[in-house]
């Protein structure tokens, strides 16, 4: 499986592209928050190296171009996360889910949803 590494800023377009499913460097644009003032050529040599790292594509219409994730935020949130739990916890995923459940806020309602999901696995091993 292929490693794949983002920088803040390249995350934080792909969170943009993931939103808008394709967009143009203004779209990219409009949806930074107010005090990201980027220039259009940076934001556009940054799309360009996700194209590069073939996490998007990108077709042209006209003068500018469309550029679309190939990489989905369900295949990034994956791989992510197993890293996290090889690098950070040695591969234990019990640790992983002890830290998150040990977060104070947790609410019935969060507790209620990893309860189910957790019995829909154990359901699934079982059959």
Request: aromatic share 4%.
């Amino acid at each position: 499986m292929k490693p794949i590494k983002l920088t803040a800023v390249e995350q934080e377009f792909m969170e943009i592209l993931w939103r808008l499913e394709e967009g143009t460097v203004h779209d990219i644009m409009a949806q930074l928050p107010n005090q990201r003032d980027l220039a259009y050529t940076t934001v556009s040599t940054m799309l360009r190296i996700l194209q590069q790292k073939d996490i998007v594509s990108a077709r042209k219409e006209g003068r500018r171009h469309i550029y679309k994730p190939k990489l989905s935020k369900r295949v990034y949130a994956r791989r992510t996360m197993e890293k996290l739990v090889h690098n950070v916890f040695a591969g234990n995923s019990v640790e992983l889910v002890t830290n998150l459940i040990a977060k104070e806020q947790l609410s019935k309602q969060e507790i209620d949803a990893i309860q189910k999901l957790l019995n829909e696995k154990k359901k699934e091993l079982e059959d």
